[in-house]
């Protein structure tokens, strides 16, 4: 049985249209730019292009070498060293669709850890290249991770292109973070939007009339005008996610003993190179590419003979 994209496209737009978000808003806009020009095509070219993908896929990709856990994470038995790679989009539970378009799935994350666990690892490399994602599992992920490092093996974060929202509230859960001088960092925050397309359907002569059991049901219908109850509950959610946040990015930093965050810098949803002065409050040390930290990792951490 062929897959059929288009069963994906209600959960993709519901994620990207009108749920919270952690993540770089530019790299958030391009994903909707992508998903209306996909939309746009017909069905047939739509399961032509994700098939042809999917079997690029299949055939380019070799057999799994010896100490690959699972597609994001590596044991090597000989050293103790394992690493868990967190490149993409981050999401929860993710479809066919959004993997082979660089979604990075939390569970596989979970799966990782969890199978380390009972490896027993020297220590970890937290590799990130990600301008956040979804807010759904982030903070039970980050809680997974700390949990890793304090009962486990440390943890060590390393970014060298970029480490934005999401990224960072997983990151925050290393025993410590390093990066490349022009890596890009922070992003700290969450944002929602609600679209007010009355207009729009006016313009086409179509009025729309909600009738809903509650003020807050039926937010964000298309045609409808949101209302000014229903963008303040929106606000206060964000409010309330972004506090969980930064709470977790200061109690981090207090842990990891390094300069006390300034939220009217860092909690602007502005993004840092390392090298900055802002920058240098949300990394340990700057390192210039991920070889020598994994080999700074393992020369702290070699195994026992």
Not at 175 to 197: E, F, H, R
Request: net charge negative; with cysteine; hydrophobic share 45%.
């Amino acid at each position: 049985m062929s897959y059929d994209p288009f069963s994906d496209l209600p959960h993709i737009a519901t994620k990207l249209l009108h749920e919270p978000w952690l993540i770089y808003p530019a790299h958030h806009l391009s994903m909707v730019e992508q998903l209306e020009a996909y939309r746009s095509q017909p069905l047939e070219a739509r399961r032509a292009a994700v098939e042809k993908k999917n079997d690029s896929k299949k055939s380019a990709a070799p057999p799994l070498p010896e100490g690959q856990i699972n597609n994001v994470t590596f044991y090597d038995k000989a050293s103790g060293i394992a690493i868990i790679a967190i490149e993409g989009t981050i999401g929860k539970k993710l479809g066919m669709l959004e993997t082979l378009c660089g979604g990075f799935d939390l569970n596989a994350l979970e799966d990782g850890l969890t199978q380390l666990a009972a490896l027993q690892p020297t220590a970890v490399q937290l590799y990130l290249d990600t301008p956040g994602g979804t807010v759904t599992g982030i903070t039970e992920a980050a809680a997974m991770i700390e949990q890793f490092a304090a009962t486990v093996a440390p943890v060590w974060a390393y970014v060298d292109i970029m480490c934005c929202s999401a990224g960072a509230w997983l990151a925050s859960a290393a025993t410590t973070i390093m990066a490349a001088p022009s890596a890009l960092l922070g992003s700290i925050g969450v944002y929602n939007a609600m679209y007010d397309q009355s207009a729009r359907y006016a313009d086409m002569g179509i009025g729309v009339h909600l009738k809903s059991s509650g003020p807050l049901k039926g937010a964000g219908f298309p045609g409808t005008r949101p209302t000014d109850r229903q963008l303040e509950a929106m606000q206060q959610e964000v409010d309330r996610l972004a506090q969980d946040f930064f709470s977790q990015m200061q109690r981090s930093q207090k842990a990891a003993s390094r300069p006390a965050l300034d939220p009217a810098i860092h909690f602007t949803g502005g993004t840092f190179r390392a090298s900055s002065a802002a920058g240098s409050a949300l990394v340990d040390a700057v390192i210039p590419n991920r070889a020598l930290h994994l080999s700074l990792l393992a020369h702290q951490y070699r195994k026992a003979a």
